[in-house]
């Protein structure tokens, strides 16, 4: 059984950062590219980020492109989104995706729950 | 970047009836690169279609996606009550984006 568990969120102030994990199990790792996909309260749905299985290639949104920065370690089985710079327009929840296959193109497969990420002062 | 398109915003019917969501997208999508996702309250989106008609697993054969170009639609032939949520089309041939949503409420 797929399983993705994000951690990491809680309350920064505008201009901090925080990192987001998201660990995986029932599937390998590393043959599937990963993304962030994350939701304002009570908005829709909005593409952050992108990585391929091996890790070589990363994509973001140009909404957070040079603050937010997505990795993993495929011998943890763990995502990773690095976010700097963060501005009250960040605030959302953030959800973990496995992709259908190692690179583009893919849909997104399965989803963790979520992790609430809120800028505020 | 592709904008998808999706009406109506809201769609209220009832249970047993037949309801056909729409997207439409800003320019071709690309191999019918597009899938289907269902959202309930308090729970992350689930994946119903992918390649514009295929059932991800475990979907059942009520609900159906048709479409190609720009053009595209989902379909749910008898309403059940665990139905009613929100649906977004996401489109993954060029980048990725998300249309901004259907909610599907009980009339």
């Known amino acids: 059984e797929v399983q993705l568990l994000e951690s990491g969120g809680g309350l920064v102030q505008p201009g901090g950062s925080l990192r987001l994990s998201c660990a995986a199990s029932g599937f390998t790792f590393s043959n599937y590219a990963m993304s962030w996909v994350r939701q304002a309260p009570g908005k829709g749905l909005e593409w952050v980020s992108a990585?391929?299985?091996?890790?070589?290639?990363?994509f973001h949104a140009d909404s957070v492109k040079g603050r937010f920065t997505i990795s993993r370690d495929n011998s943890r089985n763990t995502l990773y989104l690095q976010m700097n710079s963060l501005r009250a327009e960040d605030t959302a929840v953030y959800y973990c995706?496995?992709?259908?296959?190692?690179?583009?193109?893919?849909?997104?497969?399965?989803w963790g729950q979520g992790a609430l990420v809120t800028v505020s002062s | 970047e592709i904008v998808l398109t999706q009406s109506p915003g809201t769609l209220s019917l009832s249970p047993g009836e037949r309801a056909t969501l729409s997207c439409r997208a800003s320019q071709s999508v690309s191999n019918s690169y597009l899938a289907w996702y269902q959202q309930k309250p308090g729970q992350a989106p689930r994946l119903l279609i992918y390649g514009a008609s295929s059932r991800a697993t475990g979907i059942p054969d009520r609900f159906s996606g048709s479409g190609s170009g720009t053009d595209f639609t989902l379909t749910i032939s008898r309403l059940e009550p665990e139905d009613f949520a929100v649906y977004y089309c996401q489109q993954y041939g060029t980048s990725r984006t998300f249309g901004q949503g259907t909610r599907l409420e009980i009339k």
């Open positions: 995706a496995k992709g259908s296959a190692m690179s583009r193109p893919y849909y997104f497969e399965y």
């Open positions: 990585i391929t299985g091996s890790g070589g290639d990363t």
